[in-house]
T-cell receptor
Framework: EPEVTQTPSHQVTQMGQEVILRCVPI?????FYWYRQILGQKVEFLVS????????KSEIFDDQFSVERPDGSNFTLKIRSTKLEDSAMYFC???????????FGSGTRLTVV | AQKVTQAQTEISVVEKEDVTLDCVYE???????LFWYKQPPSGELVFLIR??????QNEISGRYSWNFQKSTSSFNFTITASQVVDSAVYFC????????????FGKGTTLSVSS
C-alpha cells in the first residue's frame, strides 16, 4: 500500500538553528500538507500546498516557516531559527483531492534544546 | 469557522466492554467530510473512516461502528467488545469541500482498555 515517508523520524536541534523536515508524498497525490502536534495536544494544521504554491495556511505558519517542493518527489518544511516551543511531532500528509483520503506519514519528532 | 469538539478527554473501560466516543462538529459548508483517526502510543495517525456529508448511513467494520447524525452534527464512534489493543488516542476530524482544505482535528479522546 502506498505510504507517505518522512525523514528523519527524530531530530534534535539547538535553539536558533534552522531545520528542514523532509517528506515524500504518495506519487499520484496532488495536495500536500504539514501538521503539528505538540506533545499531548491535538493535531494542528500548518499549511497546504498545491501546484507549487501554498493554497492555505494557519496562523501558526508565520514567517519562521516555509515549504518547498524542490523536485518531483520531495516536500519539505523549513523552520528558521527554531524556538523551544517548536518542539513537537510534525506530520506530513498528502491527498488526491478535496476530502479524499488524507494519508499521513509516521511523523518527525522535533526536539529543540 | 469549522470546529470539532470531543468532550470526553479520557475514557477507561475493562476489556469486552462497549465504548462510544463522541464527536460534535460545526461547519457552514453544505458539503464536508468527517474522519476518525487512531493514534496508538507509537505516535502515528491511523486512518479509520471517512464520511461525506451526504451519506448518513451508519457503518460497521468489524468491532467498529460509526453513527453519523446531521440533525445533531454528531459523528460518534463505537467500539464493541473492546480489547487492550484498542488503547489509543482517537481523533475526530472535519474537512471542507475546497481542494487542499485543512483537516480540522478535535482534541482527541484517550481510551484506556484494561484487562
Amino acid at each position: 500500500e502506498p505510504e507517505v515517508t518522512q525523514t528523519p523520524s527524530h531530530q534534535v536541534t539547538q535553539m536558533g538553528q534552522e531545520v528542514i523536515l523532509r517528506c515524500v508524498p504518495i506519487s499520484n497525490h496532488l495536495y500536500f500538507y504539514w501538521y503539528r502536534q505538540i506533545l499531548g495536544q491535538k493535531v494542528e494544521f500548518l499549511v497546504s500546498f498545491y501546484n507549487n504554491e501554498i493554497s492555505e495556511k494557519s496562523e501558526i505558519f508565520d514567517d519562521q516557516f516555509s515549504v518547498e517542493r524542490p523536485d518531483g518527489s520531495n516536500f519539505t518544511l523549513k523552520i528558521r531559527s527554531t524556538k523551544l516551543e517548536d518542539s513537537a511531532m510534525y506530520f506530513c500528509a498528502s491527498s488526491e483531492g478535496q476530502g479524499v483520503g488524507y494519508t499521513f506519514g509516521s511523523g518527525t519528532r522535533l526536539t529543540v534544546v | 469557522a469549522q470546529k470539532v469538539t470531543q468532550a470526553q478527554t479520557e475514557i477507561s473501560v475493562v476489556e469486552k466492554e462497549d465504548v462510544t466516543l463522541d464527536c460534535v462538529y460545526e461547519t457552514r459548508d453544505t458539503t464536508y467530510y468527517l474522519f476518525w483517526y487512531k493514534q496508538p502510543p507509537s505516535g502515528e495517525l491511523v486512518f479509520l473512516i471517512r464520511r461525506n456529508s451526504f451519506d448518513e448511513q451508519n457503518e460497521i467494520s468489524g468491532r467498529y461502528s460509526w453513527n453519523f447524525q446531521k440533525s445533531t452534527s454528531s459523528f460518534n464512534f463505537t467500539i464493541t467488545a473492546s480489547q487492550v489493543v484498542d488503547s489509543a488516542v482517537y481523533f475526530c476530524a472535519l474537512s471542507g469541500n475546497q481542494a487542499g482544505t485543512a483537516l480540522i482535528f478535535g482534541k482527541g479522546t484517550t481510551l484506556s482498555v484494561s484487562s
